[in-house]
């Protein structure tokens, strides 16, 4: 699979809120693409990542 444009390494039944525990990223402050789609917060931990997805994550900052 595809994260954020790199090759990083795949599991059978890997899902978005694993993905996200492992990259140690907070589901509050995310939003989550899957092959060009917006995924919805509710479905990251049933939504399964496959082998040839491209997942692209972007982290939400505050600041002023």
Known sequence: ???????TAWRPDLTIQELLNQKN???????????GE????KEYSTEIILEEDTIEIVTFVGGG
């Open 38 to 41: 917006i995924v919805p917060k």
């Open 1 to 7: 699979m595809i994260v954020n444009g790199e090759k």
């Open 25 to 35: 990223c907070r589901t509050d402050r995310v939003a989550v693409e899957k092959n």
